[in-house]
């Protein structure tokens, strides 16, 4: 018969993880109850009663849950950990999410995590950004200071533009720096801002690389037409229905956004 939650929990988990306490049971009169806190879980056992307790600890499951109130909030988290700081549970629930994302930290700068967004944070150039992990979030993305775009490599060899930062820096990781520059719409929209560091990098030549579905593919057309009114020879990229770009593999990426590929079409 297990001990009823009541009678330890709330003790477990004030304790540090790997902490053990030992506590009075009922009208016992020694500490017989045993009560711990494990990475992943909150346990105890009275050796007088022989039953014991344990309770996942669903509620720091960081995927799956509601997005806490806060989560869109435009303040720098003040509780940011950095991930190699975080408990074991909480690095394999990150973890979990990066895989599931077809993501692997190698791709990715130094990653932060804040609890009470529930965002994976991470910097770029100086500016912080931020991943809701809830998955239920109104935003998935976050920027905590004003960002139109992402930029990296020479726009003279071409630009490779796709729509959200998992993708870009995936696909930044494949090229690094043998190929077109890259490119983060950070949406469906290319703003004014990256046109003209296009322009003004003299870029001449840009391939749309969005998601494999209908906004891909009508972002793909609207973004050409704004970057060919600059001179900018631009075309889709195909990609399989269904995939964005951080799905591929990198091999997969390399090849679809080598330098021929974005080569403007010939006629004639």
Known sequence: MALPQEDWLNVAQRLPVGGTQRVVHGRETRANLVIGHESSHYWAYCQRCKEGGKVMKEHVLITGRTAPPTSTNLDLP???QRLTSLSEFEQMSIAGFLVRK???P???PELWYSAERKRLLLQVNGVWIGRDLTERSPQKWLHYRRLTHLLDGDPKRGVVLVEDPFSWFKLRYA???DGPAVACML??????ELQLALVRAGCTRAGFYTDGDA???QAARAGARALQAFGIH?????????KDPKDLTLK???DATSIHRIDPPQHG
Do not use: F, Q, W
């Not at 949406?187 to 004014?192: D, L």
């Open 175 to 177: 090229l690094r720096g």
């Open 215 to 217: 906004a891909g593919h």
């Open 187 to 192: 949406g469906t929209a290319v703003r004014r």
């Open 78 to 80: 003040r509780d940011m």
């Open 234 to 242: 631009s075309h889709r990229i195909p990609i399989p229905e269904g």
């Open 252 to 254: 997969e990426l390399r």
């Open 102 to 104: 077809c993501m692997d």
């Open 106 to 108: 190698m791709y990715l």
